[in-house]
């Protein structure tokens, strides 16, 4: 017989129920209008237990689940999964003779372990198990037919650091852009220093991921990180994003999953699409400093969560005097195909775009002078000309097949096209020209170009599971991931207000093409220890076209033509491997070990040299403590080596090479749901991030602002994070139900190490939400940074000159770039 999704199933039941009913003249069944699937807890998978629970669940007269009773109970673990589930589900009320009315209904769940499908997946029978019962009738007769459910069965665990998020949890705290639901994750810190339009910084176990060089970040699967971007190598721009459309964050500290290709050097995050409540749903948002945000979203009914589209736009005057105004917008369309019982293609497409001003830095000895405003920019011509423009288009397609024995077969195509244009001034009045030295002091505004092309494909095939004795089974995974991008890449200095192009930097094309294969294999025992393991190797190939290269100033004699062609490749591989051991059915210890790497910057490549990987070595141990659904204790310790790192470089506003680094570190993370209304979490990370070999002095560099074993720049040794959040029904109103929200998110970043022995400033941010919503129709309240705290996003130290007429000064100073002050946003929402 046919499988049909669980909202599927009982949506068919019900109305089943509610024909039986009616013939009766009794009472019409409630009809399901969202679902959430429950989770299959580890333990009873861990034991492959089969268990049955059975709900009396009470539905309101507004549909909403206001009673859960265990008519029979499977225990503990698989009884709060269930119930977890059944609380966030809705309904179309049940009714007697066209009035809502409440109503009961009795909603078994089977949970078995899973042989193909990780989610619930209905099978055997159609329909639900029950009959529906009116407040003042007797109960009915009819009885449904049964339904077995096969549990969840989550992605492979990888170490102590692989923590997931559903939309509940993502939505605890003001999202304001895409990037911001990483910030859940322990030890994750981001900010958006350079505008709606450039990438954000993301901070992680001692990683300062500017643009996301150190984080492998997938959106519906799809590569965001781009090889070669002229802005910063692995950058990421998650603006194509909308935060109410991710469905599941998984993020990974660490390298530990075969899977986790190029620049996984902290870890990878995973972003998967999908909206639960179906309908549609209109919001917009009024906020301080003139921010309009306006949200449509479609999902129709009846169809899988992943099938849905979505529309963001946004402006904003932003806050300082009139130097932040942007514009940005996002789409988002996905439709879910199934194909048979066990089969399905998935189709999607994204795109967004943003134009922003950019204040730039200031001087923080300016600032603490009182000569300039911490919010303001410099009333100089080069400095008020930053900006920058954006945007990415992708489509993909995926297609997935599962058969009964647990074998997978897994196959995807997409194709990505990125523009990125910048002007930024970091240093004010500093540089000479190259193509005539005589010119100088016009301005240091840095001018960047990156035009990206890519497409690229992966498969992948998990054999049967194989059970050699009854106390141990294993299974095995092959895969292969391609992909290859066109890419244009110049670099100018421009004088403004006149836009006159004064010096070239950079004019180059490059074509990167990465071939990657793994091998990924689990051994199980029946009860507690699980050892997981494998290979990934990448052949990368540069082909790069430097325009520029062997360049000749105008006051030397020409012997040759500027220009240099030239091919590089180099083959990057390395184990990664995990052990899970669950001595007690509370408490779990894991062991991991990875090797990754990042590619290069095509442009810093020689002639057939082999491409300088920097290879990334992550050990793990953990411990995790926990009593299934409700709360979860882990304690963490990790230590990361990086062959060779990259700081930023103010002077050509991109980041540069320098050498070998390690961090070490802790990891303490609770996290729970003790009532069925209010779930919170609470991390703290502490990493000792050293560089071990500073890089050597240049003629261009002959004083370096790095020396062996400094902490490095940048990274705040301790991050602490705290999200809890609050939501159910509070009452009637006129008939329907009155459901409240409250949440709030606090951040902590210890003060950051600065090069020349400097060090910022610590930040302690609070943020909030609430919302009240009445049937169709709701109403919240977005607050970011409540206390009105003066945070500085980044701090840098370095030479400077922002008065063109002095003589310049050679020492380093305090640089900041100010981050928003308090902001406020009153929005409505229509729920049709």
């Known amino acids: 017989m046919p499988r049909r999704s669980l909202a599927t199933t009982l949506a068919l039941a019900l109305t089943l129920a509610a024909r039986s009913v009616a013939a009766q003249g009794e009472v019409s069944a409630p009809v399901v209008k969202s679902h959430v699937d429950a989770q299959y807890p580890a333990s009873a998978l861990r034991e492959g237990k089969h268990a049955q629970v059975v709900l009396l669940v009470t539905i309101d007269a507004t549909g909403h689940v206001a009673n859960i009773t265990v008519a029979e109970s499977g225990g503990p673990a698989l009884d709060e999964s269930a119930m977890a589930a059944m609380r966030q589900w809705t309904f179309e009320p049940a009714r007697r003779g066209g009035v809502a009315v409440a109503a009961r209904i009795r909603v078994p769940f089977h949970f078995a372990p899973p042989s193909a499908a990780p989610d619930v997946v209905p099978h055997g029978h159609d329909t639900v198990a029950g009959g529906v019962e009116a407040p003042r009738p007797p109960p009915l007769d009819e009885t449904i037919q049964e339904v077995h459910v096969e549990g969840v069965s989550r992605a492979p665990q990888r170490g102590a650091s692989d923590v997931r998020f559903d939309q509940r949890g993502l939505s605890a705290s003001p999202k304001g852009s895409g990037a911001d639901v990483l910030s859940v994750a322990p030890g994750v810190y981001v900010a958006h220093p350079e505008g709606d339009a450039i990438a954000q910084r993301i901070y992680l176990r001692g990683f300062d991921a500017e643009h996301g060089q150190d984080v492998e970040l997938r959106v519906a699967g799809i590569p965001v990180n781009q090889s070669s971007h002229i802005h910063g190598q692995g950058y990421a721009d998650l603006g194509l994003v909308i935060p109410e459309t991710v469905r599941q964050l998984r993020v990974l500290e660490g390298v530990y999953d075969p899977r986790q290709g190029d620049f996984a050097v902290a870890g990878s995050a995973e972003l998967d699409l999908g909206v639960e409540e179906r309908g549609v749903h209109l919001k917009y948002g009024r906020g301080s400093f003139g921010t309009d945000r306006a949200l449509a979203l479609w999902a129709p009914k009846g169809q899988a969560a992943e099938t849905f589209g979505a529309a963001m736009f946004r402006r904003t005057d932003g806050f300082g005097p009139g130097v932040r105004g942007a514009q940005n917008g996002a789409m988002v369309a996905q439709y879910k195909l199934p194909i048979g019982s066990a089969n399905h293609i998935l189709f999607h497409a994204a795109a967004h775009a943003a134009r922003s001003n950019v204040a730039g830095v200031l001087r923080r000895d300016d600032v603490d002078a009182g000569r300039i405003d911490f919010y303001d920019a410099y009333p100089d011509p080069s400095a008020r000309a930053q900006s920058a423009a954006a945007s990415r288009a992708q489509i993909g397609v995926s297609f997935e097949r599962r058969q009964e024995d647990g074998a997978r077969t897994q196959a995807a195509f997409w194709v990505m096209l990125a523009s990125y244009r910048s002007r930024l001034n970091f240093t004010g009045y500093t540089e000479r020209s190259r193509v005539e030295p005589t010119w100088v002091g016009r301005g240091d505004l840095v001018e960047q170009s990156n035009q990206d092309l890519g497409v690229g494909a992966r498969a992948a095939y998990r054999s049967a599971r194989y059970e050699p004795t009854e106390w141990m089974h294993a299974q095995l995974e092959l895969g292969t991931e391609a992909k290859t991008n066109g890419i244009d890449q110049t670099q100018s200095l421009l004088k403004a207000p006149q836009n006159e192009t004064w010096d070239q930097r950079v004019d180059a094309t490059v074509r990167a093409s990465d071939l990657g294969v793994f091998v990924d294999g689990l051994v199980a025992g029946k009860k507690w220890v699980k050892l997981r393991g494998g290979v990934r190797g990448d052949l990368l190939v540069y082909d790069v076209d430097d325009r520029l290269g062997n360049f000749i100033p105008a006051f030397q004699k020409k012997s040759h033509i500027v220009g240099f062609r030239r091919t590089a ?192 400033r610590s930040i302690f941010t609070v943020d909030a939400l609430a919302s009240l919503r009445r049937d169709f129709l709701e109403l919240g309240l977005e607050a970011t940074n409540i206390l009105g705290a003066r945070v500085a996003e980044t701090e840098y130290a370095f030479v400077s000159n922002w008065r063109p007429n002095a003589v310049p000064s050679l020492l380093p100073a305090r640089h900041v770039t100010a981050g928003p002050p308090r902001l406020v946003m009153l929005t409505l929402g229509v729920h049709l």
């Open 569 to 760: 490749a180099g083959f990057a591989w390395g184990p990664r491997a995990s052990l899970d051991v669950d001595p007690l059915p509370f408490l779990q210890a894991n062991v991991a070990y990875g090797e990754g790497f990042r590619s290069p910057q095509a442009r810093q490549l020689e002639e057939g040299e082999q491409a300088p990987f920097a290879k990334v070595r992550s050990y793990e141990a953990g411990v995790t403590l926990h009593d299934e659904a409700r709360v979860s204790l882990s304690a963490i310790a990790y230590e990361t080596r990086l062959s060779y790192d990259l700081a930023f470089d103010p002077q050509e506003a991109r980041l540069e090479r320098v050498g070998p680094t390690t961090r070490r570190g802790l990891v303490g993370y609770l996290r729970g749901r003790p009532l069925s209304f209010l779930q919170g979490s609470i991390s703290a990370t502490y990493v000792h991030a050293t560089l071990d070999s500073p890089p050597i002095a240049t003629a261009d560099n002959p004083s370096p602002p790095y020396r062996e074993g400094q902490a490095l720049p940048y990274v705040p040794p301790l991050v602490v994070r705290q999200d809890v959040s609050a939501e159910g029904k509070l009452g009637d109103v006129f008939g329907h139900a009155l459901v409240g929200k409250v949440g709030y998110a606090t951040t902590f970043l210890s003060p950051r190490p600065l090069p020349y022995g400097q060090e910022s």
